[in-house]
């Protein structure tokens, strides 16, 4: 049976990768405080740069410093074995692969939903599947045992690239704060630009930080 995300992400903890981490906390002169609020029924959460800390504060498909989308693309060439199936270019294959992500990305970024201003953010599985399908027609090989179908390895390849991209790690206080709430009559969810792996990290990241509630 293929690996769920939740199990490939915890066989990537015993394989010899490292990830970008977050700047350190810079601290601000100033004291938290804020009045009572009466008839609260639910919270919600933002993920990035509320419950997650995350390089640069907020989730980037396309990072403006270039060499960070390198060494990513590069770590995901060579994890995935993706270089044999790509085209002969001139150039380095990671540069290769980026114009083809880049050029992706772009096209997914104009397809708005119908409604006039309304475009959502990218689904970076989506956007992996296409590339991989491209690499598929230049006798791609994946391992379905391991990996799944052409969108579970998508996802696995999408959650690998962002790792390599952008370091997260659980905000002060997060885990403390879900728990508190979470004892208490008051509901809470998550409401957030994401991804399909975004659940699977905060969980992890938490998880590492404490105990979370049920």
């Not at 800390?53 to 498909?61: E, K, M, V």
């Not at 060494?71 to 074995?81: G, H, L, P, Q, R």
């Not at 998550?190 to 905060?202: E, I, K, N, R, S």
Request: some cysteine; charged content about 20%.
């Amino acid at each position: 049976m293929p690996q769920s995300l939740s199990e490939f992400a915890e066989w990537l903890d015993g394989q010899d990768h490292s990830w970008p981490v977050p700047p350190p906390v810079q601290q601000v002169k100033a004291t938290p405080f804020t009045k009572p609020l009466d008839g609260i029924a639910a919270v919600t959460w933002s993920v990035y740069g509320t419950l997650l800390r995350i390089s640069d504060g907020c989730l980037h498909l396309n990072h403006p410093v270039q060499l960070r989308m390198q060494v990513a693309m590069e770590k995901t060439i060579k994890t995935f074995n993706m270089w044999q199936s790509m085209s002969r270019k001139a150039g380095a294959p990671w540069e290769y692969l980026y114009d083809q992500y880049r050029d992706c990305l772009a096209m997914k970024e104009m397809a708005g939903t119908g409604r006039t201003g309304d475009y959502p953010q990218v689904n970076a599985t989506d956007l992996w599947t296409t590339l991989v399908e491209r690499l598929v027609q230049n006798e791609y090989e994946i391992d379905e045992a391991f990996y799944g179908d052409i969108e579970q390895f998508s996802e696995k390849v999408a959650f690998f690239f962002h790792q390599g991209l952008q370091g997260v790690e659980a905000a002060e206080g997060a885990t403390n704060v879900l728990t508190t709430i979470a004892s208490s009559s008051y509901c809470q969810t998550l409401l957030a630009d994401a991804q399909p792996f975004t659940l699977v990290q905060m969980l992890r990241v938490l998880g590492h930080d404490g105990t979370l509630p049920p």
